[in-house]
């Protein structure tokens, strides 16, 4: 198979993550960090992605998927340009995390897995950050927002409006 970028809907495979592919997909464990590798490279996994990733490695679709639903990690709808990310570890759901996905949907006009209609905000909830000690956490790209009520939420996410 030749190793030239490949189209795909509105994206397209670029060599870098075609050679990824290449080298991975015949060690065992290889999906799952196929897949991290495509969604650091396009933000998420697209059901066309998850198709030529099934071509590409020869693991059945139904497989593919399977990884991706299972993990929460991983998206199968493009985010918002800022991902607000709420954890919902024990510590972090404890002290008001729910509060915390609820203030920042509501500001938002968010339904869940939903992105503002201005492509800038979506709000997911994560599994643990791992700054339990700072908890109720959430984070905004790579920012990190800790011991936070539902009451900063319109001062962070102002931060990033318009930027």
């Given at each position: 198979?030749?190793?030239?970028?490949?189209?795909?809907?509105?994206?397209?495979?670029?060599?870098e993550l075609?050679?990824?592919?290449?080298?991975?997909k015949?060690?065992?464990?290889?999906?799952i960090?196929?897949?991290?590798?495509?969604?650091?490279?396009?933000?998420?996994?697209s059901?066309?992605?998850?198709?030529?990733?099934?071509l590409?490695t020869?693991?059945?679709l139904?497989?593919?998927?399977?990884?991706?639903?299972?993990?929460?990690?991983?998206k199968?709808?493009?985010?918002?340009?800022h991902?607000?990310?709420?954890c919902?570890g024990?510590?972090?759901?404890?002290?008001g995390a729910?509060?915390?996905?609820?203030?920042?949907?509501?500001?938002l006009?968010l339904?869940?897995n939903?992105?503002?209609?201005?492509?800038?905000?979506?709000?997911d909830?994560?599994?643990?950050?791992?700054?339990?000690?700072?908890?109720?956490?959430?984070?905004?790209?790579?920012?990190?927002?800790?011991?936070?009520s539902?009451?900063?939420?319109?001062?962070?996410i102002?931060?990033?409006?318009n930027?």
């Amino acid at each position: 198979m030749a190793q030239d970028a490949k189209t795909e809907g509105d994206y397209t495979f670029p060599q870098e993550l075609l050679s990824f592919i290449e080298e991975w997909k015949s060690k065992p464990g290889s999906l799952i960090m196929i897949l991290h590798k495509t969604q650091d490279v396009f933000g998420y996994i697209s059901r066309p992605a998850a198709e030529q990733l099934s071509l590409l490695t020869g693991i059945p679709l139904a497989r593919v998927y399977g990884v991706i639903t299972f993990y929460h990690f991983f998206k199968t709808t493009k985010p918002g340009k800022h991902r607000i990310s709420v954890c919902l570890g024990t510590a972090c759901y404890l002290k008001g995390a729910q509060d915390l996905i609820d203030e920042c949907r509501k500001l938002l006009r968010l339904e869940p897995n939903g992105v503002t209609d201005d492509g800038q905000f979506s709000v997911d909830p994560v599994r643990c950050v791992g700054c339990c000690g700072l908890a109720p956490v959430i984070t905004v790209g790579t920012d990190t927002f800790g011991k936070i009520s539902k009451n900063d939420i319109p001062g962070i996410i102002a931060k990033y409006q318009n930027v």
